[in-house]
Structure formats: structure tokens, C-alpha cells
């Protein structure tokens, strides 16, 4: 594999150098080399990305064009990240080490995806409307208008699709923003930058600044942005928020989980294991929604238990650029010894690890083994704490409300999941789960609808024609008192 080199950030329209003499070296999880190195971006390149977001705000063309101009460049961006889609799966795979083919579905097909939906919905979407008044005669005009400047900053575990989950609706609105990747994902960002300007989008419309924690600071604390939208960690959530609270500005945080799934009574097990398939394991389990708990029936708890043992036993671990590969490496040591370390808190616990809790033998890169706990106890780390490996940890209940008792004790409600036989039943059940989302008879967040957490899960949603409103001021021009229009 060639290593990619690019000291340049993408600032008003044009391929700069970095201010910062600092660099990211990136470095492929599986093969365990550099596979690209990228500016690790200072205060003074993110204030270069925001000073350009903001004139093209204040004074270019882009919140002035009509919707359906902005949507006609979101579609022309879709086909050009489709043009470049396999170059940018591949890239993500030698980032991340996410298995080529999942790559193609998480980094083109639902970017593409993702733009072509708001380009659609903005043609139709009414930017204002006239109400009559109450207190007297005349009408009011009641506007929404883009908020400005947006900082998207955005995790490495679904680079492309998470941020293009935050840039369509905000570009289709008509804000500019400066996006800010992971440190583990900065080359997919920045061919994400080269594909608009292959399309020729107005100049500061869309910067990207790669860098680390303190460049993410510096774009929340800049006093030239005026909304943050954020996904990754609770912990980075809530400094966040903090200094969007100080600042007052909008931001929208999508965080942790440590998702439940309740298998009923009457569930059929076949349906369920194929549903905690990808709802439990996907990406390796660094997913945020990750179905890591299992809510058995102590009827069914044996045949789940060996259905789930099956399960995580038939992953084909191995060489992410093989598209027979179910199963790349965790991303880095740091998060395999942060996975490593709290299963073996809870073997010394007393839980039982029915199967995995290891290393992969005989692999040189950051693998995990697809891991099955039992018997661990409901207040236990592992119970409570999201790990962001493929570790799945069951539990029993006797009777429904303890079930959903036992899903609702966390301090997170992001995703979710009920497999039962009766839809009715399980549809009053998955209303007393105090979750954003959740699915019955298996888990997918769907783009028509919205995404986002209960709790410690974060704020606002995504996602649907309610992320409109996270890049949106709202306006009331009320007539004059005894006047019509």
C-alpha cells in the first residue's frame, strides 16, 4: 500500500498549507504500517477555515441561491463521490481496517445516499409561511433561515456517511461549514474536499481542517461559528456542550450508547440471531447503537446462549481488503486494551466468557475476538459502560416489565431492539423503552426518520426533516397592529 502524504487543508475553496508544523500519522490497524500522514491543524488554520465559511456566508452567493440550486450541487457532489467511491472505500479500509466491502456500503453507497435525500427534500421545503394574527387583525410572516457557519466535527468509525449525515441537510439549507474529521480519519475527509471542488462549489462554502482534540477546540470556542454538531464520545459531549453553553450557540451531540435488545417469550430465535448479527457486531462493534445487551427470558436463556455462542464463532476475522472478511481489526491498541481490559474486569468479576475474550491468535493486527458474556451482574462495568468492541453480555429477566425495567436502568438510550413473535406487544413494548430509536424484529436507523438519544446519548436529532432544524434560525416579521397585507 502507497502511503498518502497531504500537509494541505481545504480553506476557501483552495488547497492550502497548513499553518501547523504539526502532523497526523495514520496508521493502518491491520497491516499495523503508516499509511498516510495529514496536518495536525492550529488555532490560526482553523480561524483561516472559519473566516472563509464566514464571508462566503455574509457576503457570497451560496444561503442566497434558491433550493433548488443548493440541491442541484448536493446531486452533482453524489455523483462525484460516487465516481471516487472505490479510491475512498478503500482509503477508510486502510484508515480504519473496516472490511472492503462494508466499506462500499458505509462510505459510498450511504453518502450518496444521504445528499441525494436532502437535495429532494429541499426542493419541497417551505422556508416560510404566513399565519394570521391573534391579538388583532393583519398576518405575520414566519421565516426559517440558515443559521451560519456550522462546525461539523466528526468520529472515525463511519467517517464518511457520518459526515455526510451532517453536511447535506446543513448545505442544503444554505449554511457553510468548516468540518473537522477524526484524527484517525483525515485522508477520507480530504477526498471528500477534493470531490467538491471537482464540482465547483462556491468558494468557503466547504472547508476541512484535519487535527486532534485541540483543533476540534478551537473550532467549538471560535466566535465565527454559529452552531456545532458533533458525534463521538459522551465524554468529549459534554466539554462540547459546555462550551457551546458558554457561548450560547446551538449544537447538536450524538453520543454513547449501551443499547439494549429484549428477546421475548415468544420470539423466534432464528429471526433474533439474525438481527443481533449486524445489530450487535457491526464494524467490528465500534458502533455507537451497538445492541451490546441481550435481555433473555430465563425460560430461553440456554438456547439463546448457544445460539449467540454459534454466532459469534462464525465471523471470518482477517485481511480487511479481502472481500471475504466479516470481521476487520479494532482500530487501534488503545481501543483493543480498553475492550481487553474491561472483559477481563468482568471475568475477575465473576461473569462467565462463554466464548472469545482474546486477541486474535496468530494476527499481528488490533483483533478482538467476537465475545459472549454471561452472568455478569446488572450494576457491573460491563453491564453499564459502552465498550466499542464486539462484545455482547446476556442477561435474564423474569417477566416482561422486568425486562423493560432492565433495558431502561442506563445512563444511555440511543438505540434499541425487541424480537417477539406478537408486533403488537412488542411495538407496546418498545414504547416503555426510554431510548431515541429502536427496532422490532431487528435494528436499522432509517434516513426518513430521526436519530438521535435519550440521557447521556446526546442532544437533538438527525436524520429525517427534523435535522433541518438543527441548521435553522426561526424568524416572526409580525404587521402592523390593525394593518393587513
Known sequence: MTTESDNRLFVGGEWRPARS????????????????VAADGSFDDVDAAVHAARTAFDRGPWPRMAPDERATYLERLADELERRGESTASLVTGEIGQ?????????????????RYFADMIRGFAFEEQRANDGGPGISVVRLEPVGVA??????????????????????????????????????ALALAAAVEAVGFPPGVVNVVTGGRETGDALVK??????????????????????????????????????AAIVAEDADIEVALAGLRSGSFMNSGQTCFLLSRVLVPRTR?????????????????????????????????RIRGR????????????????????DLPGESGYFYEPTIIAGAAADSQIAREEIFGPVVTVFEYDGIDEAIALANDSRYGLGGAVFSADTAAALDIARAVQTGTIGVNGYAPDLATPFGGYKESGLGREQGTEVLYNYLNTKAINTSIGQSA
Not at 508544523?21 to 498516510?36: K, M, N, S
Not at 468520529?155 to 447535506?168: D, M
Not at 436463556?301 to 472478511?325: M, N, Q, W, Y
Open 151 to 188: 462546525g461539523l466535527i466528526t468520529p472515525w468509525n463511519y467517517p464518511q456517511s457520518i459526515l455526510t449525515a451532517k453536511l447535506a441537510p446543513a448545505l442544503a439549507v444554505g449554511c457553510t461549514v468548516v468540518i473537522k474529521p477524526a484524527a484517525e480519519t483525515p485522508l477520507d
Open 339 to 358: 475492550v481487553r481490559t474491561m472483559v477481563e474486569d468482568a471475568r475477575g468479576d465473576g461473569a462467565q466468557i462463554l466464548t472469545g475474550g482474546r
Open 222 to 259: 471560535h466566535p465565527g461559528v454559529d452552531k456545532i454538531a458533533f458525534t463521538g464520545s459522551t465524554a468529549a459531549g459534554r466539554i462540547i456542550a459546555r462550551n457551546c453553553g458558554e457561548r450560547l450557540i446551538p449544537v447538536t451531540l450524538e453520543l454513547g450508547g449501551k443499547s
Open 21 to 36: 508544523t504539526a502532523r497526523i500519522e495514520v496508521e493502518d490497524p491491520y497491516a499495523r504500517t503508516t499509511v498516510g
Open 301 to 333: 436463556k440456554d438456547e439463546v446462549l448457544e445460539g449467540l455462542v454459534e454466532l459469534a464463532r462464525s465471523f471470518r476475522l482477517g485481511d480487511p481488503r479481502d472481500p471475504a472478511t466479516d470481521m476487520g481489526p479494532l482500530v487501534s491498541e
Open 99 to 115: 472490511p472492503v466491502g462494508f466499506s462500499r456500503i458505509v462510505n459510498i453507497a450511504l453518502p450518496t445516499r444521504h445528499l
